[in-house]
């Protein structure tokens, strides 16, 4: 049972298209790991094996006659609960949504649908989506399965927990500030941030807003990269406003053989210290393309981190607290006047940004674009930019501290939690893509991952690169307690 729900989701799914392992049979397989292991993970917290049994049968039926609904027919996958699934809530971890109960299927979901997908549930997430750790009011705690007193990430951290421990063939995340790649990272499996507008966002919000937000993209998880282009093939598109005259063609990676590849590295900076056992897993998958015959460099960024951190708080957090009801908006209008000008803290800042003018976010925009073309220069002599996903591994919950008071550890000394966004957010400004992959345990036994950057739109650059350091390090390892 084990070995079979660790298989990657492509292998999976051609047992089934032969029919060595029946859709239904697939899916009480999983189902069955789910009551063994998810009561102390809490990462699937909308379950719907009903319906999903249903269309298992019918996924059998279909196979039967010789009819195949697409490439991930019968599969049984979960969907990260901030997107609508037909039937279920939506409720991003807000007591307040409880009610609010999806009437169709978000874009990516029907495609995913479409493909022949099983949906059996919905993973948990943060309140609002706004942390990297996964808790809120509704839903409770997801922990980490390499440990289960830490953090498996957010927000995408219900879904990561899943992935991990075989309750789950592949996922559906979304990502405004790492909420993909850092969970990805925490927990040893493998995440893609598509770059921006490639993947509709239609169905991942609250019915109040419907226009897709600036920076967030919706991307695929998975235990494999060979998963991670499969989902992003299925997903990625015009949305429907855009669908009737545009057409998405990514380019080809943009190298053939591993010695035509030119990578760069980047291990720490100023603005977010990385601890020594993350910056030794980047140097890790470095060397390992360096092996295959790449030129390796370590460089300096094309941007300032610093500058670019102060920017993505002003430009995300113009998006995240537009959304917040009257009442909730309301102390921000009030601490914005109480704020002293030489406040530079994450508090000070972020107020700020709350209460922006439109005057204000133009200006910052402007600087977003002018970084956007120090990238591209940048990658017109590199392949793609190896980093951290994030400065440390997962640490344990820490759920009694105001966020923005949080410290976390790095090489002994403590840091600001809030500036593990510098390794997400300077990329995610630029919509630069953006593919995550294992590269193996620390010291202390926790997964590290290494983040991998490419041009805009070089989504397949990443991912192509990606699969190399995955075949050179071996890729995903279960945890020991769900192996």
């Known amino acids: 049972m084990t070995a079979l729900a660790y298989r990657a989701a492509v292998d999976l799914a051609a047992m089934l298209h032969r029919r060595e392992i029946g859709c239904l049979e697939l899916l009480d397989t999983i189902l069955h790991r789910v009551e063994l292991y998810d009561a102390e993970l809490n990462a699937i917290v909308v379950r719907d094996a009903h319906r999903a049994r249903q269309r298992a049968e019918e996924a059998d039926r279909?196979?039967?006659?010789?009819?195949?609904?697409?490439?991930?027919?019968?599969?049984?996958?979960?969907?990260?609960?901030?997107?609508?699934?037909?039937?279920?809530?939506?409720?991003?971890?807000?007591?307040?949504?409880v009610a609010n109960y999806a009437e169709r299927h978000a874009a990516t979901v029907q495609r995913l649908v479409d493909a022949g997908a099983v949906i059996f549930g919905k993973t948990n997430v943060p309140f609002r989506l706004t942390d990297w750790q996964t808790f809120n009011e509704l839903y409770g705690t997801t922990n980490n399965p390499w440990d289960l007193a830490r953090s498996p990430g957010g927000s995408s951290g219900g879904a990561v927990a899943a992935l991990a421990t075989g309750l789950s063939a592949l996922e559906l995340g979304s990502d405004i500030g790492g909420s993909l790649r850092n969970p990805a990272h925490f927990t040893g499996v493998c995440g893609h941030k598509p770059s921006y507008g490639v993947v509709p966002q239609t169905g991942h919000g609250l019915p109040e807003f419907l226009a897709p937000p600036d920076i967030n993209v919706c991307g695929p998880l998975a235990r494999t990269v060979a998963d991670l282009e499969l989902a992003l093939d299925l997903i990625a598109g015009p949305d429907e406003l855009d669908?009737?005259?545009?057409?998405?063609?990514?380019?080809?990676?943009?190298?053939?053989?591993?010695?035509?590849?030119k990578v760069a590295v980047i291990t720490t900076d100023p603005a977010?210290?990385?601890?020594?056992?993350?910056?030794?897993?980047?140097l890790a998958a470095a060397q390992a393309l360096e092996g295959l015959g790449a030129k390796v460099e370590q460089v300096a960024a094309p941007v300032d981190f610093e500058a670019a951190y102060v920017l993505f708080i002003k430009l995300?957090?113009?998006?995240?607290?537009?959304?917040?009801?009257?009442?909730?908006f309301a102390p921000f209008l009030r601490d914005a006047e109480l704020i002293e000008p030489d406040d530079d803290s994450y508090f000070a800042r972020l107020t700020r940004a709350a209460v922006q003018s439109h005057r204000a976010w133009f200006h910052a925009d402007e600087e977003r674009y002018r970084q956007r073309l120090a990238w591209r220069d940048f990658f017109e002599t590199?392949?793609?930019?190896?980093?951290?996903?994030?400065?440390?591994?997962?640490?344990?919950?820490?759920?009694?501290?105001?966020?923005?008071?949080?410290?976390?550890?790095?090489?002994?000394?403590?840091?600001?939690?809030?500036?593990?966004?510098?390794?997400?957010?300077?990329?995610?400004?630029?919509?630069?893509?953006?593919?995550?992959?294992?590269?193996?345990?620390?010291?202390?036994?926790l997964p590290s991952g290494v983040q991998i950057v490419g041009p805009y739109l070089g989504d397949l650059t990443t991912l192509a690169v990606g699969r190399l350091i995955e075949q050179a390090l071996g890729g995903f390892t279960p945890p020991p307690a769900y192996d």
């Not at 957090?317 to 909730?328: H, K, M, N, W």
Request: charged share 20%; proline share 11%.
């Open 382 to 445: 590199w392949d793609v930019l190896l980093c951290p996903a994030a400065p440390v591994t997962a640490f344990k919950h820490d759920r009694a501290t105001p966020r923005h008071m949080r410290r976390i550890e790095i090489n002994g000394e403590p840091g600001d939690y809030n500036r593990m966004m510098v390794w997400a957010s300077t990329f995610g400004i630029a919509y630069l893509p953006s593919t995550v992959v294992p590269v193996g345990l620390t010291p202390a036994g």
């Open 243 to 261: 669908a009737t005259a545009w057409r998405l063609t990514l380019p080809p990676p943009s190298f053939e053989r591993p010695d035509d590849l």
């Open 62 to 97: 279909a196979l039967a006659q010789g009819e195949i609904w697409g490439p991930l027919h019968g599969l049984p996958i979960t969907i990260k609960e901030a997107f609508d699934v037909e039937g279920l809530p939506t409720t991003w971890g807000v007591s307040a949504n």
């Open 272 to 282: 977010s210290p990385v601890d020594d056992s993350v910056q030794a897993k980047v």
């Open 316 to 328: 995300l957090r113009g998006v995240t607290t537009s959304v917040l009801p009257d009442a909730e």
